[in-house]
């Protein structure tokens, strides 16, 4: 199934996951993980209230980056 191109070349999504990829392997591993429940509460939020199929792929998408810049997840 082919997604929304607009979730996927949308240049402002771009710069935001280009930004948490520069930032996010300085940050602190105990952040990430405040990060990891906080996106994890958005997520359960997004799917409790029904919310777009592409903002539910944006908070997976930071998810997968967190976890990748995070060898201590399992990455």
């Known amino acids: 199934?082919?997604?929304s191109p607009q979730s996927i070349d949308d240049p402002v999504m771009r710069r935001l996951v280009a930004l948490v990829e520069e930032l996010l392997p300085?940050?602190?591993q105990r952040?990430?993980?405040r990060l990891m429940g906080q996106?994890?509460?958005l997520e359960q939020e997004a799917l409790e209230t029904g919310a777009d199929p592409g903002t539910l792929r944006s908070i997976r998408a930071v998810q997968n980056v967190v976890r990748?810049?995070?060898p201590?997840?399992?990455a």
């Open 1 to 3: 199934m082919r997604t």
């Open 26 to 28: 300085n940050s602190a």
């Open 31 to 33: 952040a990430r993980v």
């Open 39 to 41: 996106l994890f509460a």
């Open 68 to 70: 990748r810049s995070d």
């Open 72 to 74: 201590l997840m399992g």
